[in-house]
């Protein structure tokens, strides 16, 4: 049922950002708090960008947007079909050591896409 509920969540999630153009399109999509309150990007900021130019195909335009985004949708696909599966790569997805080296590369990218202007 857990599962139904968040694959159900995700196709939504992903018709909704394919449907509607986050760049002046009929929706308006939340502000990053990040950006809002300190001024920096985020490592997401440009995701639903990105998300909706990769889902048109745009695989560049995507990149332009964050290029951490394509890089996390590969990861979280991995992980959300490695997850189902018994064995070792269920307990390297379900590890501290995989979650802290996806938040320390997501901090890393944070402060060298502030550093850089990316």
Same mark, same amino acid.
């Given at each position: 049922?857990?599962?139904?509920i968040?694959? $159900? $969540? $995700?196709? =939504?999630?992903?018709?909704?950002?394919r449907? %509607?153009?986050?760049?002046?399109? +009929?929706?308006?999509?939340?502000?990053?708090?990040?950006? #809002?309150?300190?001024?920096?990007?985020? +490592?997401?900021?440009? =995701?639903?960008?990105?998300? !909706? =130019?990769?889902? !048109?195909?745009?695989?560049?335009?995507a #990149?332009a947007?964050?290029? #951490?985004? +394509?890089?996390v949708a590969?990861?979280?696909?991995?992980? %959300?079909?490695?997850? =189902?599966?018994?064995?070792?790569?269920?307990?390297?997805? !379900?590890? +501290?050591?995989? &979650?802290?080296? %996806?938040? $320390?590369?997501?901090?890393? #990218?944070?402060?060298?896409?502030?550093? %850089?202007? &990316?």
């Amino acid at each position: 049922m857990k599962r139904a509920i968040i694959i $159900a $969540a $995700a196709v =939504s999630l992903v018709i909704f950002v394919r449907a %509607f153009d986050p760049v002046g399109g +009929p929706v308006p999509y939340p502000r990053c708090p990040v950006k #809002w309150l300190t001024g920096l990007d985020c +490592p997401g900021c440009g =995701s639903a960008r990105a998300l !909706h =130019s990769l889902l !048109h195909g745009e695989f560049r335009q995507a #990149w332009a947007y964050n290029p #951490w985004m +394509p890089v996390v949708a590969v990861m979280s696909l991995i992980a %959300f079909v490695g997850a =189902s599966r018994p064995g070792r790569l269920r307990s390297f997805i !379900h590890s +501290p050591l995989t &979650l802290g080296t %996806f938040i $320390a590369l997501s901090l890393g #990218w944070m402060v060298f896409r502030n550093i %850089f202007g &990316l």
